[in-house]
């Protein structure tokens, strides 16, 4: 009985996780139409798994409900910090924020300061600002606020959950902690341990734990309505590239360099040809994690986005009788991978550095 | 905001972040996770290896009671043996003894009983032939009573020492 109940539960969760985002765009449509705008399907998908400078849950204009957040700019002048709201949800480049005497607008998402003595932002033919410049935009976006959570979730998990068990007893943890402490022990012994090796495995572990959780927390997160696409951002996933890409290079023993430069066992006149390929794939591996995470979520987020789109391109309800059962399936294939990107992340993360440390026998 | 151009802001704040949380879960999370699971796993199995020897000490412990035992049951066996032996022995040379025994009392008796029964025959002999002589002498005596007879009876012995 409580199971069926459960199941119920659970299947609602799941159709609300569906419909949800579907009930924001209905909203922005009919505020739309009030306008009389044509729906634009590209920008509404790009406007969701786009960043923005103010958490926006549902609403528009000046009803909208949207969590403000603060922006901060690094000017010729020094640091300028102001909330969100001061632009009052406008991204359009319409209302000029006066802050320390310089004036900052947002356009679509990105903060412009107007040169001195402009009123207002004027464009050229192409829809560029003419009379503004781009500050150092070091903002807590909607990503960044995300991260954040992410941040504070793995805290509460592992610091005071988890570790907080183990420091008092080393008996196998019950629950929830047991559920986590299953999932580290995973990444231990089907990720650390195959790719890099029992001898050296555990000097990766923080790393690959952290980047393991992170990106997956982070996906789930991401599935939330009216949530972040955190992991789906290039520059999020640039960051954690480069943090592999990094420990390559810095533990990258004799052997792995060698291998990479002059690769022993060849023809002379090979190795020159496969110094600059293996030299290549050096950065061409931490760059193909950094597309693949990008992508891989993106593309989850934009079909999820489309399917629902339909029924406003179509302009017609009885769409949604497709879409949202399609947007339904899509959205739990989504909650797979999440898993499967923070799994293939991390496992060729550690596939790499395995490479880099591993220890070749002589010939 | 371009979908496929990094943005400095958000790349900075996910560097500075993760930073933090390699470093925060670095110290206070895994290490303390990963030494209590490694402790654990350690000490489960040093308990099977403990349990493995215990079960081992057991099994010699019933090996060397089964093999003590077998020694036991093999020494009684001979005990029993022997006895058994030595009580047939005992019987057999006892038997034995009891025969040549009664063999000789038998011997004894019937060479006793055949001397007796010789004096006793010389004895029957002696006194048949006093008896013998006895007869003789009365019958003698009555037939020799008258004088004719007493010549013929000379006359007879004459003939017959004649023939001779």
Redesign the interface.
Known sequence: MTAHKSLVIRVYFTLALAVFPLLTFAQEHSEAENAEEEFNATDMIMHHIGDSHGWHFFGEGDNSFTLPLPVILYTDNGLVTFMSSEFHHDTEGHHVVEKDGMRFVNLHEDIYRLDAGAESVEFDAEHHPVNASKPWDLSITKNVAAMFLTVILMVLFFVIGLARHHKKSEKAPKGFNNVLETLVLFVRDEIAIPQIGEKKYMKFMPFLLTVFFFIWITNLMGLLPGAANVTGNIAVTVSLGLFTLALILINGNKDYWKHTLWMPGIPTWVKPILAIVEGAGVFIKPIALMIRLFANITAGHIIILSLIGLIFILESAGVAGISVPFALFITVLELLVAFLQAFIFTILSALFIGMAVEEHEHH | ?D?????????????I??L???F???K??????????R??EQ?INDALASAEKARKEMQNLKSDNEQLMKEARAERDAILKEARELKEKTIADASEEAKAKAEKIVADAKRSIELEKQSAMAELKNHVAELSVEIAEKVVRKELSSKKEQHQMIEKMIGEAKLN
Do not use: C, D, H, Y
């Open positions: 905001m979908l496929i151009t990094p943005e400095f802001g958000l790349f900075f704040w996910q560097t972040v993760f933090v949380l390699l925060l879960m670095a206070f999370a895994w290490k303390p996770i990963l030494n209590s699971v402790n654990r000490s």
